[in-house]
């Protein structure tokens, strides 16, 4: 039997304290269009960290 991967979402405060970003953040990046956001009721939003990882953009350094 094959067992199949079970997909993680984490919450606004979740992803904002992994990235080190305020919650109002992934909140003006959903509103903007640039994050997709999940509903999972009236009032839960949740994130695939994928995509918000896609959104940390590499620093080139300067010398």
Known sequence: MTQTS???YESLA???E????STRTPRRR???GEL??????PRI???DPDDVDRLL???P???
Do not use: D, M
């Open 6 to 8: 079970r997909r993680h």
């Open 14 to 16: 979740e992803a904002a």
């Open 18 to 21: 992994r990235t080190g970003v």
């Open 30 to 32: 959903i509103s903007c």
């Open 36 to 41: 997709t956001a999940y509903r999972a009721g």
């Open 45 to 47: 939003i949740r994130l």
């Open 57 to 59: 953009v590499r620093v």
């Open 61 to 63: 350094n300067f010398r």
